[in-house]
Structure formats: C-alpha cells, structure tokens
C-alpha cells in the first residue's frame, strides 16, 4: 500500500544447491517534486565467493521545475562480502524547447584496484509523441590505467 508517499517491497529467493538465499528489502517515498528510493540486498548461505555479498543502493530527485538533480549512491560488498565497491553520480535534467537536456557525471571505485573510473554524459531528447521520442547523446569515460573511451548514440526510442 501506498502510505502518505512511501511504499515498502521485500523479496526472498529460497536459493538452491548452487546459490544461495538472496534477501530484499526497498522504500520508496514520492511526494510533490520529491522522489527517495533506499534499497538493500543480501545473499547468504551460498557459495563462499558469493555469501554475504550484499548491495546499498539511494537515489534522491526533487523536480525544482526549471532543473531536476539527482543523485545517487551505492556501495556493493563482493568476494563473499571481503571487499567494497563504492559508486556514485550526479546528474540534472533541463527542459529546453519542447525537449529536455541532461548532464551526469559518475565516479565508480572497486576496493583493492587501482582503476578509478569517472564518466561524463550529456544528451538531448525530443518528444516526437507520448511513446516516440529522438536523442542524441555523447559520453566519456577514463579509467585509471586504461585506454579512455568516448561513444555517441543518436535514435529513435519507442514505449510499447
């Protein structure tokens, strides 16, 4: 049910020989021009590389009308739960004509690796109708150590 905002949904898999039981539990609240999303995850009692590896995600967006930041957090316990994975990203949406424009920047950090990895995106997208609509988008990731990449995508995107 939807209290004043605020939803709640919890899920447990019972697991098998091979896997083990993974366990869920997340909170919404959207309220006005405001949107929290927590949510938490856990496998237990599997195979030693994966038990007790577990998942934290916060996603926090409040629509100002003019802009619409967002951002996001997470952490990520891998290795059966012995290392960490940190994430993050910030990111805004601007209407622009009929369209809206978007900028994110990401920063992902897995423990125990020297390969910090940041990305940069921007786009536009136009609505043709309520389903259809066009984008163009650009990124740029670098990663410490390794070749830096950028891509483009351009399209059609249609909602069945």
């Not at 447990?12 to 999303?37: C, F, H, K, M, W």
């Not at 910030?90 to 424009?101: E, H, K, N, Q």
Request: hydrophobic share 35%.
């Amino acid at each position: 049910p939807n209290l004043g905002g605020l939803t709640v949904n919890a899920a447990v898999s019972l697991g098998e020989a091979t896997a083990g039981r993974d366990a869920a539990i997340n909170g919404q609240y959207r309220s006005g021009p405001l949107y929290v999303g927590i949510a938490y995850e856990k496998i237990s009692g599997g195979p030693v590389a994966t038990d007790g590896d577990s998942l934290t995600n916060l996603g926090v967006i409040y629509d100002f009308g003019f802009i619409k930041p967002a951002l996001y957090l997470a952490r990520a316990e891998v290795g059966g739960g012995q290392r960490s994975n940190d994430a993050a990203s910030i990111a805004a949406t601007v209407p622009l004509g009929r369209g809206s424009a978007y900028l994110v920047y990401g920063r992902f950090d897995p423990e125990g690796n020297d390969n910090l990895q940041r990305k940069v995106g921007a786009g536009y997208g136009y609505p043709l109708s309520k389903r259809t609509n066009l984008y163009a988008d650009v990124g740029h990731a670098r990663e410490d150590g390794k070749t830096n990449n950028t891509a483009y995508g351009v399209g059609i995107k249609h909602t069945f």
